[in-house]
């Protein structure tokens, strides 16, 4: 039903409209009933739906819902078809909990895996991120259920996440830390946008007018409305001309107060506030259309959970163990095999419909097996010898060990950063302690984060890393064991070996009220490529029970226009005797570009099933900006001449294809050639080369006498970064005119010209 929304604006007085731009309760805009305005009801997300019995209560448990695998291991996936479905459970459970909106998808980028809550979000790659984040609030919101896109922007750390300042350059900005939401606004268009706690280059999100309305709403076209994060504003009229249209949580009458006084003082637009409130009723009325209540099949979704956890789930080292043929005694080690640790700490906490405990997950599939149990380890950061010592006897009878290691909550959450990337003292003593005296022991871990393994890994026989898997995660683990399931999961971020190889560390996590973000544009593998550095397991990494080989990738094209774009295909092969499924990355490495850019960025991916034997062909479409850089001088994205070659791999350090391209750029850049532009910059702008003509050539003969002798090297690789300006100024004896003359003359020329 169309709403005439500028009727309806108008009819509202200035405290109902102020009154709409605030949270009503916790989790719910105000309604207006004289006109016909409903309210609006929110719940966390993003991997399972939070709905408070009560609204307004704080801390009380949440109604039953599935939890499913955590972002990071659903991107590890690399499954945007599943990312599809799970969102499409999502969005039946939050109608059935009559829940208009779901605050997530969380597409901050993991800029190091120290980040407390990095267990919610995607990836270190921006592409991948984005990917996810574009079929997570495209399939809920088809099912009529919005999404909140978070958070908005930079919230890379939980340190001081309420008010330290990201400084970060332009240039990252755009590629790195921006991406992922672009591509969401683009093309999903969610509902709206959580703004971060944070500020970036020292002004809170919640109130950064050219983060949400020069970028988001201008630039970007998002449509929808952006909500803060809970209790992100400090000043909400400055807030809401920055473009933050609902405060949340409510109820704050004085938030209301101090719109309605700052309207009537005109200290505030009130074209501004009807602005937002047009944005607000727009989604209000949009859930609205979306008729709620009934229930879900509890069953249907529990085993989504399941399927999601098993594609997710990363088998990391494999020396034949996996998948267990027929072990008589499986010595079963580790709380989280009894208490399966399936997902994070903060406001993603789910109440789950129900839990597979892995123990009796594995003991469901081992038939006769004898199964034997040990803690293991603690539940609280304590050291216990006797539980090693009790798992160790177990160990060493059994045919094979499984251990199964949670990172405990106390080191990962919301809220607070790990201070450093190790597992306990007491589990790593174990799985040591184990593996000694058990050469068949499996390590299955559950982290939200990578882990240094460097203690223990070459002791033990496989690790299959199962992240917060959700609350089937253990069924899922069972059939991997147990070669059920074909591990197809690939990282979506990098394990490094030592936490001082992290990019951001000397930057982390800032002092001073800010984190400056000086790796720039290296993080993640980004990074680990600039400096060759090797990595623990790199990104884009996994193993399955089967292999693959890729064979004759081509090009749609050889030479090609940026704006025509690409189309790069390999084949497949299963090379095994198992079916499985092999995740295919597609990299674009620039040979020579204007700025510095990474060695290699991911620009596509595919993951297809194929049975033993069986070869397929992967297409994958590279865009104008698979190819293009942000310049900040020119403020936009853009694409040089030259070669580029595609990367086709199995993982960021597995390139199995290389094509060489050539690409011709359609972009055309206006002259920025100012008083300080350098003498290459001229000669590198086709206008600058034409305006200064021959006179290079008198300048080089000119300074090549006064730089005679042999005193200078190469006087003009001395100059050649110099501004202009100096160059005239060291070559005014011998031209016609001083160098303020000549450089007036030359800017006036060049920036008349086409
Ligand atoms: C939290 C989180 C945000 C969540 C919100 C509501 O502080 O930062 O992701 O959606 O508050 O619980």
Redesign the pocket.
């Known amino acids: 039903m169309a709403v005439d929304l500028e009727n309806l604006v108008s009819q509202m007085t200035l405290s109902e409209k102020a009154a709409l731009c605030t949270g009503a309760s916790r989790w719910t805009t105000t309604p207006l009933q004289h006109l016909g305005i409903p309210e609006l009801l929110c719940a ?2 993003p991997h399972g739906l939070r709905r408070l019995p009560d609204i307004n209560a704080v801390g009380s448990a949440s109604l039953p819902a599935t939890a499913f695998p955590t972002a990071s291991c659903l991107a590890s996936s690399w499954d945007v078809e599943l990312v599809d479905q799970v969102a499409q459970a999502l969005a039946e459970e939050c109608i059935a909990q009559h829940v208009d909106m779901l ?1 997530g998808p ?1 597409v901050n980028m993991k800029r190091s895996p120290l980040g407390g809550r990095n267990f919610e979000y995607f990836s270190e790659d921006p592409f991948l991120s984005g990917e996810m984040a574009v079929h997570y609030i495209n399939s809920l919101q088809a099912r009529g259920i919005g999404t909140s896109l ?2 908005f922007a930079a919230n890379n750390q939980e340190y001081q996440r309420f008010n330290i300042s990201a400084e970060i350059d332009e240039r990252t900005l755009r590629e790195i830390y921006l991406p992922a939401f672009e591509r969401a606004v683009k093309e999903a268009q969610p509902w709206s946008v ?1 703004c971060s706690y944070n500020k970036v280059n020292g002004l809170l999100a919640s109130q950064h007018g050219y983060l949400l309305n020069d970028i988001l709403k201008q630039e970007w076209g998002f449509e929808g409305l952006v909500v803060s ?2 209790g992100a504003v400090r000043e909400r009229v400055a807030a809401l001309r920055g473009g933050l249209d609902w405060e949340m949580p409510g109820p704050m009458p004085r938030r209301v107060n101090a719109l309605v006084a700052a309207v009537r003082s005109g200290e505030l637009d009130e074209a501004l506030l009807n602005e937002s409130v047009r944005r607000i009723l727009r989604i209000v009325f949009k859930a609205h259309e979306t008729p709620k209540g009934g229930d879900f099949d509890v069953e249907a979704h529990h085993r989504l959970a399941q399927k999601a956890a098993s594609e997710g789930m990363v088998l990391l080292k494999n020396n034949g163990i996996l998948p267990l043929k027929t072990p008589q005694h499986i010595a079963v080690i580790g709380r989280a095999a009894e208490q399966a640790h399936f997902q994070g700490r903060g ?1 993603s906490f789910i109440n789950p419909t129900r839990v597979a405990v892995p123990f009796n997950e594995l003991q469901a599939r081992a038939g006769a097996a004898e199964l034997t149990y040990a803690e293991g380890y603690p539940t609280d950061n304590s050291f216990n010898q006797e539980l090693i010592d009790q798992a160790v006897a177990q160990a060493k009878t059994a045919d094979v060990a499984i251990l199964y290691i949670a990172l405990p909550g106390f080191k990962e959450s ?1 809220g607070y950063d790990r201070q450093d990337l190790d597992l306990t003292a007491q589990q790593v003593a174990l799985i040591q302690a184990v593996s000694q005296v058990q050469p068949n022991s499996v390590v299955v871990l559950n982290n939200g984060a990578p882990v240094l393994m460097g203690a223990w890994l070459d002791g033990v026989a496989a690790v299959l890393e199962a992240y917060m898997m959700g609350q089937a995660g253990g069924a899922a683990v069972a059939d991997i064991l147990f070669g059920r399931a074909n591990p197809s999961g690939k990282l979506a971020e990098t394990f490094p070996l030592k936490l001082e190889d992290v990019p951001a560390q000397g930057n982390w996590p800032g002092n001073l009220g800010a984190v400056h973000y000086g790796e720039r544009l290296y993080i993640g593998y980004r990074y680990y490529d600039l400096k060759h550095m090797p990595v623990l397991f790199p990104f884009g990494y996994g193993l399955s029970y089967t292999t693959f080989a890729y064979s004759s990738a081509r090009a749609s094209a050889s030479i090609f226009k940026d704006v025509d774009g690409l189309t790069v295909s390999v084949d497949v092969t299963n090379t095994g005797a198992l079916a499985g499924k092999e995740i295919v990355q597609v990299y674009v490495h620039d040979l020579a570009a204007s700025l510095d850019r990474p060695y290699k960025e991911l620009k596509g991916f595919a993951k297809l099933e194929l049975q033993p034997g069986e070869t397929k062909t992967v297409s994958i479409r590279l865009n104008f900006r698979a190819f293009a850089f942000y310049n900040p001088r020119y403020r936009q994205w853009i694409t040089e001449n030259g070669q580029f070659d595609i990367l086709i791999g199995a993982s960021s350090a597995d390139i199995r294809q290389t094509l060489s391209v050539t690409l011709q750029s359609s972009v055309e850049l206006p002259c920025i050639l100012d008083r300080e532009s350098s003498l290459v910059e001229w000669l590198e702008d086709p206008r600058g080369r034409q305006v200064l003509g021959g006179l290079y050539d008198e300048i080089e003969v000119g300074l090549g006498k006064y730089y005679g002798g042999g005193r200078i090297g190469n006087y003009m690789e001395m100059i050649k970064n110099n501004p202009l300006y100096t160059v005239l100024i060291r070559a005014e004896k011998f031209l016609s005119k001083n160098a303020d003359e000549l450089l007036a003359e030359f800017l006036e020329q060049v920036h008349k010209l086409p």
């Open positions: 966390d997300g605050l969380g978070k958070h959580m994060d809970w406001s919301e």
